[in-house]
C-alpha cells in the first residue's frame, strides 16, 4: 500500500527524462551553433540519469507499477529515440540533404533519420512484450542515445570525423536496437563481479577522473572517457555474438 502512495517519486523522474528529452530536441534543432548540440547532448546525458534514477527509486521504496513502466518507455522513445535523432540530423545527416531519396523525392539526410526513431519504438515495444532479468535483446536505447549524445562533443571538438563516421554510427546503433545481439545488465554484472565495497571504489574512481578530466581539460575530454566506456559495452555484445556464431557452425 506504502508502495503505490509513493509511485509519484519514480514517475517524477520518469516525465524528468521526457522533459529533458523534449529540451534536448528543441535545442538541437534551434539553431547550428555547436554550443547549442552540446547542450542537447547534456540534456540527453542528464535524462539517461534520470532513467535510470527512476528504475532505481521504484525498486528502492516498491512503487513499481504498469502506468510508470509504460511511461517510461513513452519517455524513452522521445528522449533516447527523437532526440539523438534530431541531433544526428543537425550534426551530419542534413549534409545528406542535397540527395533526393527516391521515390517520393524526400531528402537523403532527412530519411536516414528517420530510422533510428523507428528502430527505437520497436526496440521498446517488444521490451515491454518479452522482458528477461538478466539481459537485454539488442541494445539499450538509454545506451544508444548517450552514445550520439557524447559523439558531438568528441566531433568536431577533439578532432574531426570523416562525414561518413558519425552517420555510419548513428545507423549501426539503430541497427543494434533492433538486433536480438544479447547485452548485459550493467549493474547485474557489476553486483555479480564486485562486492558493494568494491564496487563503490570502482564507480568513486570513474567519477574522480571524469570529475579531473572536466576541470583539467574541459567537457570533451571527459565525454570522450564516457563515449570509450560507452562503446567497449557496445563491443562486448558484438564479440560476444561472433564467439557464439563461431561455435554454432564449429558444431
Request: proline fraction near 5%; include cysteine.
Amino acid at each position: 500500500m506504502i508502495g503505490k502512495k509513493l509511485n509519484w517519486v519514480p514517475n517524477l523522474f520518469t516525465l524528468g527524462n521526457l522533459t529533458l528529452g523534449f529540451f534536448a530536441i528543441v535545442f538541437a534543432l534551434h539553431g547550428n551553433g555547436q554550443e547549442n548540440l552540446q547542450l542537447a547532448g547534456s540534456l540527453i546525458f542528464l535524462a539517461a540519469l534520470c532513467d535510470g534514477v527512476d528504475g532505481a527509486a521504484a525498486r528502492l521504496l516498491k512503487a513499481g507499477s504498469e502506468l510508470g513502466a509504460q511511461l517510461d518507455s513513452l519517455a524513452d522513445l522521445v528522449t533516447f529515440g527523437v532526440a539523438p535523432a534530431a541531433l544526428a540530423y543537425v550534426m551530419v545527416l542534413r549534409e545528406l540533404d542535397h540527395v533526393a531519396f527516391w521515390p517520393p523525392g524526400l531528402p537523403l539526410g532527412m530519411a536516414l533519420a528517420a530510422i533510428y526513431p523507428a528502430c527505437a519504438a520497436y526496440r521498446l515495444a517488444r521490451f515491454n512484450v518479452v522482458h528477461v532479468t538478466d539481459s537485454f535483446a539488442g541494445l539499450p536505447s538509454p545506451i544508444a542515445g548517450v552514445i550520439m549524445a557524447l559523439l558531438v562533443f568528441v566531433h568536431p571538438a577533439l578532432f574531426e570525423l570523416p562525414l561518413f563516421l558519425p552517420a555510419l554510427v548513428f545507423l549501426v546503433m539503430a541497427f543494434l536496437m533492433v538486433s536480438t545481439i544479447r547485452y548485459s545488465k550493467p549493474q547485474v554484472t557489476f553486483l555479480r563481479r564486485f562486492s558493494r565495497g568494491r564496487l563503490i571504489i570502482v564507480l568513486s574512481f570513474m567519477v574522480l577522473a571524469l570529475v579531473v578530466l572536466y576541470l583539467r581539460y574541459g567537457p570533451s575530454h571527459a565525454a570522450a572517457l564516457l563515449l570509450t566506456i560507452a562503446l567497449v559495452y557496445v563491443l562486448t555484445g558484438l564479440v560476444a555474438f561472433v564467439i557464439h556464431v563461431i561455435q554454432v557452425y564449429r558444431v
